[in-house]
């Protein structure tokens, strides 16, 4: 059975400040992802939250892209602005960067990770979602589970994924795209993904079939909107066994937390912490940044699940050293590394700055 797996995310409220999503919130989504099932366009839904994000997690048959089911989401979250709005939560509204629905939701504001697939006999499929971080977040990890032996063994002992896979990169910065093979090119693709502030992993396929096994959302909404209006948090769909990296393959990059641009108005570098649902609620310096990270069975497209994966208690101490990493980087204040390099940066007074200087500025001698 070939079906679609999306999932759009955008933050549409704060509840308080960016900390969360009020319940309200993700019950009025629910009930609009409830109403398009009954009316046949979903074949599953479930709408969920990452901190302040609202997410839509749906199956259909309309493939990616679909104008029908984009609309859905952008109306839902045009509903859920309204009830935001009603009840003054902080930020209402602010990844919608359009008036109206022009047909394709990207470009708009909200992030999008899509996959079509024809469901196997036991599809397992991870849905990463991220808050308080930037789109490149999810190149160590995708780079680990598809390309580092040292992480996923199967890419050794595995006679069905030795032949390895390839990685689709976008230059969000040129709007371009590459595609490079691993094992093959992983130096020449790490030359690229190692700066995730412009060169974005968008998909990852199986080198012998084609087969898609991961896709993630690559909108900047700096670019998009041409000024600071939030952090792009993410989100990440991995299909996992067979002929993919295990489950435990899946989520074992997020047993050691590694550093992420984004955390306080997008302008910071911060430890990205694996976390439950219930604890996605980046509050300390608004961060640090999290992720979560639900596992679904798909039968028929129905979502059976949720399993919250990072609930195990062997992520504790990649929590505990996130939180230490958070301390080392706080006390450089508005210093680089923990603030990022001017030309990175989201949300500055640099412009009103150097204008304020100009002509203090001399010759050196």
């Not at 839904?45 to 048959?61: E, F, V």
């Not at 130096?187 to 690229?192: C, E, I, P, S």
Request: hydrophobic share 40%; charged share 25%; net charge negative.
């Amino acid at each position: 059975m070939k079906i679609t797996l999306s999932v759009i995310k955008a933050d549409i409220g704060g509840y308080v400040g960016h900390s969360e999503s009020h319940p309200d919130i993700i019950a009025k989504a629910a009930e609009c992802l409830a109403k398009a099932k009954k009316d046949g366009l979903l074949i599953d839904c479930q709408a969920t939250k990452c901190g302040d994000d609202l997410q839509l997690i749906m199956t259909h048959q309309k493939g990616t892209g679909s104008y029908e089911i984009h609309k859905l989401a952008w109306d839902t979250f045009v509903t859920g602005t309204e009830l935001a709005k009603k009840m003054k939560l902080y930020g209402a509204g602010q990844d919608l960067l359009a008036d109206a629905f022009s047909g394709n939701i990207r470009g708009m504001g909200p992030g999008v990770a899509e996959m079509e697939f024809e469901e196997r006999p036991a599809e397992p499929v991870l849905i990463f979602m991220a808050d308080k971080t930037a789109a490149g977040a999810w190149n160590m990890p995708l780079y680990k589970m598809f390309a580092d032996p040292f992480n996923t063994i199967g890419l050794v002992i595995a006679a069905n994924m030795h032949n390895g896979f390839t990685f689709e990169v976008h230059d969000v910065k040129e709007h371009k795209k590459t595609s490079l093979n691993a094992p093959d090119e992983i130096y020449d693709m790490l030359v690229l993904i190692g700066s995730p502030s412009r060169f974005v992993v968008k998909a990852v396929y199986h080198r012998d079939n084609g087969e898609i096994a991961a896709a993630s959302s690559t909108e900047r909404l700096h670019e998009t909107a041409g000024k600071y209006v939030g952090k792009d948090d993410p989100v990440c769909i991995v299909r996992s066994q067979g002929i993919f990296p295990a489950v435990g393959e899946v989520l074992e990059p997020f047993a050691a937390p590694i550093l992420v641009e984004g955390w306080m108005r997008g302008s910071h570098m911060g430890p990205l912490m694996p976390v439950s649902v219930p604890d996605s609620t980046p509050s300390r310096f608004d961060g640090p940044p999290r992720v979560i990270c639900l596992g679904y069975q798909l039968c028929d497209g129905k979502l059976v699940g949720p399993r919250d994966m990072f609930a195990d208690i062997a992520f504790d101490p990649a929590r505990h050293q996130a939180n230490e990493m958070a301390d080392m980087m706080r006390r450089h204040g508005p210093f680089e590394p923990h603030r990022k390099p001017l030309e990175e940066m989201e949300y500055t007074t640099m412009p009103e700055v150097m204008a304020k200087l100009k002509g203090r500025f001399k010759d050196l001698d």
